[in-house]
């Protein structure tokens, strides 16, 4: 089964021999021009990531009819790369460039064979049976209006060098993409020596493939410093770029699907007739970190003795919060059972502030005009407050007829604990030390959501339970996106 890394590695002595005058500090600098363009666009290769098609390959069960048409579809990518790389061979000047786009025509060519006999054998009237879908042809114009200066916003038809810059930037999304889906799913599975995939996963990878990478990038940055680029050529540089990447995630999207797959969630919920319920922390949103110390100084008042107050309450506050983690941290490990995390929880329900009556289901600030109080006015605190807010959220969707809920919670405190391992699907979103070391010490595990999906996938989807002792960890709110939402976007 054809891979990146086979691709790239069939003619290593160009990149072994030709290019020699690159340093290795140019393709690891952190604000180097190809290391910015992958960061701006690492949140959406999520959508890759969490695609059916991939998480199915790692699973190990992805139809062999949706891989066969995938092949298909890559061997009409391949030709017209080809014949790009061809293009942009002859038309620069500059050696490195012209061996990283000569390397890529073999490599290309290689790969276009390779897939060819492998569909050959397992499905020999693929030519009669299948065409190419919109998302290739799309693909391949992007491609090729590249090579010849054509950058779609732009009147202007490019020519010389920069052109160059350009096509490296629209075909380095695919390798760098598939490098890191390769390291991810070997990441999330370990041994993979027994799925049917394996040769795919195994090339896309190889360290090997991510050194080669390095090469191609290193290029691309010396290219385009060697040029002087304004910031409005490099501005669209980058639009290359997030096209190429979009261009390459839409890729496996358009492959046909003739299973169940875990994700998107909502898909499946078409299928089961649940209903979607998705709350986040009702303190405000989940954050990547604490808040309660920017909430402390929200207090804003022209009396000193009112922030001494409010500098006392949260100084206490973190006291005992901290006293309370410390205690259940330094307990014996149990085995998970949810009475036993309520029970010992109980004592957080005791830290916090003096709170009105009032009925909402989140917390606000008082305000004296336009300047806030520090007052926090709401019932929805401690661990017990959300979870019982949580139960009643869920009761009044379900109503009185007999449709399902899919509750996903997303958290990221002590607080959310109990609403976390509730939920069919607990999320918990950034690094809290304080949620792991107590949820640890009560029994509760931890696994990347990634990770959760493919098993979902192994065990044929199944559904989502909560009160597993099982929680799902994510770095951003875009991955809980696509996991959740999965692609809309459309070229």
């Given at each position: 089964m054809p891979s990146r890394r086979s691709l790239i590695s069939s003619v290593p002595y160009l990149l072994s021999t030709t290019i020699t005058s690159l340093s290795s500090e140019s393709s690891t600098e952190e604000d180097s021009l190809a290391i910015r363009l992958w960061n701006d666009?690492?949140?959406?290769?999520?959508?890759?990531?969490?695609?059916?098609?991939?998480?199915?390959?790692?699973?190990?069960?992805?139809d062999t009819e949706t891989y066969a048409q995938y092949i298909f579809q890559d061997i009409a990518y391949g030709k017209t790369a080809v014949t790009v790389s061809e293009k942009a061979e002859n038309d620069t000047d500059d050696p490195d460039a012209k061996a990283i786009f000569a390397m890529f025509k073999e490599g290309d060519q290689s790969g276009v064979e390779s897939s060819q006999a492998w569909l050959d054998e397992h499905r020999p009237d693929a030519d009669s049976d299948y065409v190419v879908n919109d998302?290739?042809?799309?693909?391949?114009?992007?491609?090729?209006?590249?090579?010849?200066?054509?950058?779609?916003?732009?009147?202007?038809?490019?020519?010389?060098?920069?052109?160059?810059?350009?096509?490296?930037?629209?075909?380095?999304?695919?390798?760098?993409?598939?490098?890191?889906?390769?390291?991810?799913?070997?990441?999330?599975?370990?041994?993979?020596?027994?799925?049917?995939?394996?040769?795919?996963?195994?090339?896309?990878?190889?360290?090997?493939?991510?050194?080669?990478?390095?090469?191609?990038?290193?290029?691309?940055?010396?290219?385009a410093a060697s040029l002087g680029l304004t910031s409005e050529q490099l501005d669209i540089v980058e639009e290359v770029y997030r096209k190429g990447m979009k261009c390459e995630i839409q890729f496996f999207h358009a492959q046909p699907f003739f299973?169940?797959?875990?994700?998107?969630?909502?898909?499946?919920?078409?299928?089961?007739?649940?209903?979607?319920?998705?709350?986040?922390?009702?303190?405000?949103?989940?954050?990547?970190?604490?808040?309660?110390?920017?909430?402390?100084?929200?207090?804003?008042?022209?009396?000193?003795?009112?922030?001494?107050?409010?500098?006392?309450?949260?100084a206490q506050y973190k006291e005992e919060y901290e006293q309370e983690v410390d205690l259940i941290s330094n307990s014996v490990k149990t085995e998970f059972s949810y009475d036993a995390v309520v029970q010992a929880l109980e004592p957080f329900s005791g830290i916090e502030v003096e709170l009105t009556d009032v009925n909402v289901h989140a917390n606000q600030l008082g305000f004296e005009g336009s300047v806030t109080t520090g007052e926090i006015i709401g019932k929805v605190v401690s661990p017990q407050d959300k979870v019982d807010t949580f139960d009643e959220i869920l009761k009044t969707t379900n109503g009185d007829n007999d449709t399902k809920t899919l509750a996903v919670y997303v958290g990221e405190s002590v607080e959310d604990l109990l609403c976390l391992l509730k939920a069919n699907i607990g999320i918990v979103i950034g690094s809290s030390s304080s949620l792991k070391r107590v949820a640890t010490q009560l029994g509760v595990t931890f696994k990347p959501l990634f990770a959760a999906s493919i098993d979902k996938q192994v065990d044929n989807i199944g559904s989502w339970t909560g009160l597993t002792g099982t929680l799902y960890t994510v770095s951003s709110w875009s991955e809980i996106n696509t996991f959740v939402l999965g692609w809309q976007k459309k070229l």
């Amino acid at each position: 089964m054809p891979s990146r890394r086979s691709l790239i590695s069939s003619v290593p002595y160009l990149l072994s021999t030709t290019i020699t005058s690159l340093s290795s500090e140019s393709s690891t600098e952190e604000d180097s021009l190809a290391i910015r363009l992958w960061n701006d666009c690492r949140l959406e290769s999520l959508y890759a990531l969490y695609s059916p098609f991939v998480v199915s390959l790692a699973a190990g069960n992805l139809d062999t009819e949706t891989y066969a048409q995938y092949i298909f579809q890559d061997i009409a990518y391949g030709k017209t790369a080809v014949t790009v790389s061809e293009k942009a061979e002859n038309d620069t000047d500059d050696p490195d460039a012209k061996a990283i786009f000569a390397m890529f025509k073999e490599g290309d060519q290689s790969g276009v064979e390779s897939s060819q006999a492998w569909l050959d054998e397992h499905r020999p009237d693929a030519d009669s049976d299948y065409v190419v879908n919109d998302a290739t042809k799309y693909y391949q114009q992007f491609l090729i209006d590249t090579v010849n200066g054509i950058v779609e916003g732009h009147d202007e038809q490019f020519t010389g060098p920069i052109v160059s810059v350009f096509t490296l930037a629209a075909m380095i999304p695919c390798w760098k993409l598939y490098f890191f889906i390769g390291k991810q799913v070997v990441a999330s599975i370990g041994d993979y020596y027994k799925n049917p995939y394996r040769d795919w996963i195994d090339g896309n990878s190889d360290d090997s493939l991510g050194e080669e990478i390095k090469t191609i990038e290193s290029v691309l940055n010396k290219l385009a410093a060697s040029l002087g680029l304004t910031s409005e050529q490099l501005d669209i540089v980058e639009e290359v770029y997030r096209k190429g990447m979009k261009c390459e995630i839409q890729f496996f999207h358009a492959q046909p699907f003739f299973q169940q797959t875990s994700v998107p969630v909502i898909g499946q919920l078409s299928k089961t007739g649940e209903r979607l319920l998705i709350l986040s922390n009702y303190d405000g949103t989940a954050n990547v970190v604490d808040s309660s110390a920017v909430l402390a100084d929200l207090a804003v008042s022209s009396k000193a003795e009112m922030k001494a107050k409010w500098s006392h309450l949260f100084a206490q506050y973190k006291e005992e919060y901290e006293q309370e983690v410390d205690l259940i941290s330094n307990s014996v490990k149990t085995e998970f059972s949810y009475d036993a995390v309520v029970q010992a929880l109980e004592p957080f329900s005791g830290i916090e502030v003096e709170l009105t009556d009032v009925n909402v289901h989140a917390n606000q600030l008082g305000f004296e005009g336009s300047v806030t109080t520090g007052e926090i006015i709401g019932k929805v605190v401690s661990p017990q407050d959300k979870v019982d807010t949580f139960d009643e959220i869920l009761k009044t969707t379900n109503g009185d007829n007999d449709t399902k809920t899919l509750a996903v919670y997303v958290g990221e405190s002590v607080e959310d604990l109990l609403c976390l391992l509730k939920a069919n699907i607990g999320i918990v979103i950034g690094s809290s030390s304080s949620l792991k070391r107590v949820a640890t010490q009560l029994g509760v595990t931890f696994k990347p959501l990634f990770a959760a999906s493919i098993d979902k996938q192994v065990d044929n989807i199944g559904s989502w339970t909560g009160l597993t002792g099982t929680l799902y960890t994510v770095s951003s709110w875009s991955e809980i996106n696509t996991f959740v939402l999965g692609w809309q976007k459309k070229l």
